[in-house]
Structures are given as C-alpha cells and as structure tokens.
C-alpha cells in the first residue's frame, strides 16, 4: 500500500478558497487501532471555523485537515484489535482529519455501518446523529410523552433530532428561518413547525397550550436565548449545542428560578477518549437498530467530490442545504 494519499488541507486561514486536495502522509495504525479507508467525510460548521481559524483541533488531532466524521472500510488493522477485521465497514467521529482518503482511530469508537445502507450515505450518520442523542437522550433525559422544541431543524443535527424524537415517542416543536425547511422537516415527521422570525416564542407557546417545552435543542446560539427563556415549561432544560447567532446573550434569573429550569452546553471533539468511546458503543446499541428498521434515516443535501470542497463550505455558509453535505472519495 502507498503511504501516501489525498486530503483537503487548509493552506491559510480564510475563505473556501484556502482548502486545497493535497498529497500527504497517509497515517499508519498504533495497537487498538484501525485504519479507515474513507467512502464519505461528512461537513460541520466546526470545519468552517476551523477554517478561519477560530476552532483548532483538539491535540493528537490534524491541525490543517478539518473533517469531524467518517464513513468506510477497515483497511488494516493495528496490533490487538479484538473488535474489527479487514473489510469491516465502520463510521464514526473524529477530532479532526476527516476530509481525507484515509483516517486511523481507536477500534472502540468506531460503529458498524447498519444493515441496508450504503457505505457513502452513512457518512451523514456520526457527528448529528450522535450529537442528537447524546445532547437529548444522555444529558437532557428526554422521555416518550415530553415535549421538544428543535431550532435549525434544517441542519443535520435538527434532521436527526426530529427522527430520534418521533422514534421516541415525543412531541417536537421546531424552527427554522427558512419556509421550505420548516415543510421539510414537517415531511420527516416534525409535529409543529415555526419561522424563526421576531414572533417564534408565542408561536412555540401557542403549540404547547401555553405550558411551554420540556426540552430546548439549541442550535442557533445567543440571539434565542432570550425567546428560549419565555417557552421553558417547569422544570424545563435546555442543552446549547451550536451558536452560529453569538455566544452571548442576556439572561432573566428570574425565568430560570420561577422554572427551576436548567441551562447546558455541550460539545463532542474535545471530550476525552473514554467519553467518546462510552458514547460510540451505546450509539450502536441503542441508536443503529433504528437504521436497520428504517424507522430513521440520514438525511444527504448534496454529495461533492472533494475538489468541490470550497463549493460545499460556501453552501454550508450561506445555509443553502437540508441535512448533510458529503464529501465522497470512493
């Protein structure tokens, strides 16, 4: 095998236009670990800040190659790998790196891609689907007969959010600043979808009956925080998972204690490697069974080779996809 191959660098920081497809070394596997060759890399807004150099790479991690998850084949395995064998078709997340032919991570963070998907297509899977479950399920405790309000139900972590919840048994509420993605996910079983204009909060209370929500996947940031405080119902909790709005905001105490509400921020990419594993492994549990039985689905915007990655960031800026945009190298 070469020991080289193609990755998506970042040459400067900057717009789309520093990501260059170059020759580099291709990384090799250490004990309990595997190498991946890469059938798709999904894109994040993480990757667009690493871009400009706002968001670096956790350590260990690529600095100049962005990419938070990976679908594909094993390719070699390292010394005492016990879960994998060549040919084995995995997907997972990573620290960075993924915007690449090939990637190395450690054997338990990696799932198995479920029965019935196509290698390229679960590359849409990792980074949202995990973040929606962790965020919601493992650190919100969101139980069938509650009720959930999703902002950017547009974006991959909103698409997979909807389907978890609705497998769950819980009411979602979302919202989206754009019309057509409001119906769209309405199709993917949305019960009460909401533009995200100046009147979203009494829109929200309006579908709750005036009572509010049990849970607030955050999305968008600072610029909700004010509206996310008025449709907390009693004892509601909110998890902050992306902040393209502003990481600033102001708050009521007074919400919060009249509520005893909960307000939590969470991130995956930095989180140690015991976390990240505990995560993997009850994912495939709990969540793959789910693919296999159809009852949810990754949700693919645009598929582009990755000599279009400057195109793929610049319609990830501007906001322009439904669920996911894959880079594929097979």
Same mark, same amino acid.
């Given at each position: ?79 005492? /790998? ?5 040919? !084995? $078709? &995995?997907?997972?997340?990573? @620290? +960075?790196? =993924? ?95 909401? /533009? ?5 909060? !009494? $829109? &929200?209370?309006?579908?709750? @009956? +005036?009572? =509010? ?95 279009? /990655? ?12 439904? @669920? ?7």
């Amino acid at each position: 095998m070469a020991d080289s191959m193609k990755a998506v660098v970042i040459t400067e920081f900057g717009g789309p236009e520093v990501l260059q497809v170059q020759t580099v070394d291709r990384p090799t596997p250490g004990p309990r670990e595997i190498l991946v060759r890469v059938s798709s890399s999904g894109l994040n807004r993480a990757d667009l800040i690493q871009r400009m150099g706002n968001y670096p790479a956790p350590p260990g991690s690529p600095q100049d190659i962005p990419g938070l998850e990976y679908s594909g084949f094993v390719e070699e395995v390292g010394e005492k /790998v016990a879960l994998w064998e060549e040919g !084995d $078709r &995995v997907m997972g997340i990573l @620290g +960075g790196g =993924g915007y690449s032919e090939f990637v190395v991570v450690h054997e338990r963070t990696a799932v198995k891609v479920p029965a019935g998907l196509e290698s390229v297509e679960a590359g849409a899977i990792p980074e949202v689907f995990m973040t929606a479950f962790d965020a919601l399920f493992r650190q919100m405790n969101l139980s069938e007969g509650e009720s959930v309000l999703i902002h950017a139900v547009g974006s991959g972590v909103g698409t997979a959010a909807v389907q978890l919840t609705q497998a769950a048994g819980v009411r979602a509420i979302g919202t989206s600043r754009t019309p057509e993605k409001v119906d769209r996910a309405l199709e993917l079983g949305l019960d009460v979808g909401v /533009v995200g204009d100046e009147s979203w909060p !009494d $829109r &929200v209370l309006e579908a709750s @009956g +005036g009572e =509010g929500v049990d849970v607030i996947l955050d999305l968008v940031g600072g610029a909700y925080l004010e509206g996310n405080l008025k449709v907390m119902a009693s004892e509601a909790r909110q998890i902050v998972v992306g902040v393209p709005s502003g990481t600033r905001g102001e708050i009521d105490l007074r919400y919060l204690m009249k509520r005893r509400a909960l307000i939590k921020g969470t991130v995956l990419r930095a989180r140690p490697l015991e976390e990240k594993i505990s995560l993997a492994r009850e994912f495939e549990h709990r969540v793959c069974p789910l693919f296999a039985a159809r009852k949810v689905r990754p949700i693919v915007d645009s598929f582009y080779r990755p000599e279009a /990655v400057a195109e793929a960031h610049t319609a990830m800026a501007e906001n322009r996809n439904f @669920g996911k945009l894959l880079l594929v190298w097979d």
